[in-house]
């Protein structure tokens, strides 16, 4: 009897197994308040799983048994939208009452800017961003780590460019094909500060990728002072990284942004309660 399964392939299977498992017993024992047991059932998948895909770190954070990352790993930013892909706004929109990109559209009118011949919209998701801005824009570049997603956004035929990539090293790094550095008039990120946590990166790629005077539209969640402690940002609760109103207004400073409005806001509903944050629109200097 000949076996049509290599033998690496059933490594990969049972290395899968293990990863599950851990993980899994690591989500129940956190759920039942068993921090330090959640913690070494995580530890044993993060070894099983170097690149992080089910954003362990994240959750060690979180349950303060690791210091924040300076971002989320990018292979879990990009299985969790691939898993979701299909009910994404569905949850965004409807259940989490997510309207951000509405409320950028709306700040554009009230500050009375625009329109832009080029945006760049960072984490564009399936499109939201890209509709908001549809009639104030000539040219949209949108990016996504999430394949899948970016599958859904090319079919609402909002964007002129698509790309699967992660926003700081698309910032740093995409240039056309002819090898020019193309410049963008508004720069929007309305749904990817939570991930990065440290946002200096950003703030540096941003501003190298702007035109001169270009804007920088954005969201941010933030916590209490007493959740944040002094801290310049962290994992919250929710598993999402949370940044400080001090820390973002310096770090955009340094970067060599005026903020236009830094507007308290809610993000989102997570659980029937609001999560509070921040809407800001930059100008380089």
Known sequence: MIDDEH????????????????????????????????????????ALDPDDSGGVSVRLAAMGAETSPEKMPDAYVATL????????????????????????????????????????????GTGLTGMALADCSVHRTGVDLSERIVELAYDREVYEDLYVGEA????KDFEEEDGTRPGWDLIAATDVFPYLGAV??????AADRL???????????????????????MVGPNNRFAQSED????????????????DPITVRQEAGDPVPGHLVMAQMR
Do not use: W
């Not at 200096?200 to 790629?205: N, T």
């Not at 035109?211 to 940002?233: K, V």
């Open 7 to 46: 033998p690496s392939d059933q490594e990969d299977d049972t290395e899968n197994e293990a990863l599950a498992e851990a993980y899994n017993r690591g989500l129940e024992l956190q759920k039942a308040g068993d921090f330090k047991g959640a913690e070494a059932a995580f530890r044993e998948a993060l």
């Open 81 to 124: 939208f691939d898993q979701h892909a299909d009910v994404f706004d569905e949850i965004l929109v409807d259940e989490l009452g997510y309207c951000v990109p509405l409320l950028v559209r709306d700040l554009i009118a009230k500050l009375e800017i625009g329109p832009f011949a080029r945006v760049l919209d960072l984490g564009c």
């Open 247 to 262: 820390y973002v207004r310096t770090a955009l400073d340094k970067a060599g942004f005026d903020i236009l409005t830094m």
């Open 211 to 233: 035109t001169p005077r270009g804007y920088l539209a954005f969201s941010t969640e933030t916590l209490s002072d007493a959740l944040l402690q002094g801290r310049p940002y």
């Open 200 to 205: 200096e990166p950003f703030l540096k790629g």
């Open 168 to 171: 700081v090293e698309f910032l």
